[in-house]
């Protein structure tokens, strides 16, 4: 089996268990393949927990939940030394941050200091307690969640540590379909029915995976509209009056190696061993949602960073 063929059966194995939400799971397995981590922004009770809990068991991987509350400490997340009265000695016990997926769940509900903890741990894959830091695994994805609906006892993310995800995922409600097929599905788990994946995908597959994405095909013409469309960003006035009034700051080069990661693993999944231009306009509102910052003009007038993205694609053209 290739490893495109065991990804897809992943992504099969998860759409069994979670309706209506395959922008959610694709989202998730692009970032698992371009090793990064994900930011999901939706209303409770939209399977975000139970996505990567079933993304999890369909790999041979550990998973871990964290729930953010204001009361947390960073080394909740992180670990701590222990003192051993036995030895006369302290060892350090490792904490939940060092598993293979893990999900943060209502990221905004920590103060600064545990967000930062966390965001440190996903730049830099470690962790550092006094003078000995410690690797975390090389299979290793953050999905953290979000709720947009409540603001008292939040901790907003500052946009900087925001550029520190993949992409931004933004999700809604399943229509009256979907809800009987969620409903019909609750009742057979509550019954002892859940689907069992006959082989997770390993963690020597998704690495191999990685490598078959970097390895994909990109034309210099394709790689050219990518680069414009972040210098869009940058130097909005430009390409349109329009960008010039709503960008008050553009992304920053990771952005830039964000879309061509992304890019290159949707097409890989896609079936193709190229990237298209249509790949990096299928992924670029979750890689810039997070990472542009409006004016007070855009946002006194009610404009988002999707409705500049839209603009962003109108101005640039495919070369």
Known sequence: MSQ??????????????????EYLIE????TLLAGGHLL??????????????????????EFQRIQFTPDLLPADITGTEIYRPETASFSFQQGPIFNHLVLADEIN??????????????????????????????LFMVMATQNPIEQEGTYPLPEAQLDRF??????????????????????????????VIQQPVSQQEILAARQEVLALYMADAVEEYLIQLIMATRRPGEYHEQLAEWIEL??????????DRCARAHAWLAGRDFVSPEDVQAVVHDVLRHRLLLSFEAEANGIDSDQAITLLLDSVAVV
């Not at 553009?250 to 879309?259: F, N």
Request: hydrophobic share 45%; proline share 6%.
């Open 40 to 61: 999901v922004e939706g209303a409770p009770g939209l399977a975000k927990t139970k996505a990567i809990r079933a993304m999890a068991n369909g790999i041979e991987a």
């Open 27 to 30: 989202r998730m397995l692009i």
């Open 166 to 195: 993949l992409m931004h995922a933004r999700i809604g409600f399943p229509d009256a379909g979907l809800e009987r097929q969620i409903l019909h599905f609750a009742r057979g788990e509550a019954q002892g029915q859940e689907p």
């Open 109 to 138: 509900r920590a103060p600064a200091k545990v967000q930062s903890a966390l965001l440190e741990s996903m730049a830099e894959q470690q962790v550092s307690v006094g003078r000995a830091t410690y690797p975390l695994p090389e």
């Open 250 to 259: 553009g992304a920053s080069p990771r952005a830039t190696i964000a879309l």
């Open 4 to 21: 495109r063929e065991a990804l897809l059966k992943l992504k099969d194995f998860i759409q069994q268990q979670i309706f209506g939400q």
